[in-house]
Nanobody, 129 residues
Framework: QAQFVESGGGLVQPGGDLKLSCPAS????????VAWFRQAPGKAREGVSC????????HYADSVKGRVLMSRSIIKNTAYLHMSALKPEDTGVYYC??????????????????????WGQGTQVTVSS
């Protein structure tokens, strides 16, 4: 079954760093736009960052700009999310998924998704002292 398998989450103190990994299984990451999402308890899912495959640009939500860096390894078929200066409001379950071009560039609004999108199960990030 084609999917992502996220890892790297955990408990971190405010101001700390985390690196999340998202290896793709069953498909070639290079052929897709890949986004990181997060969902906090009781809140809507939010797009955090996205890599556009066609022009190799990366886009970030305003809430994380300057603190988050998304990268990918074609060799390892893996996407990464490097997070620094973490805040309690960064707490949530982090997912990666393939997304369409329009959403990848804007990261605004709810992502409805398509039947052929690939998703992972998520990894929990908790920022707390």
């Amino acid at each position: 079954q084609a999917q992502f398998v996220e890892s790297g989450g955990g408990l971190v103190q405010p101001g700390g760093d985390l690196k999340l990994s998202c290896p793709a299984s069953g498909f070639n990451l290079a052929n897709y736009n890949v986004a990181w999402f997060r969902q906090a308890p009781g809140k809507a899912r939010e797009g955090v960052s996205c890599f556009v495959s066609s022009d190799s640009t990366t886009h970030y939500a305003d809430s994380v700009k300057g603190r988050v860096l998304m990268s990918r390894s074609i060799i390892k078929n893996t996407a990464y999310l490097h997070m620094s200066a973490l805040k309690p409001e960064d707490t949530g379950v982090y997912y990666c998924a393939t997304v369409d071009h329009a959403y990848c560039r804007s990261l605004r609004g709810e992502y409805i998704g398509a039947e052929n999108d690939y998703w992972g199960q998520g990894t929990q990030v908790t920022v707390s002292s």
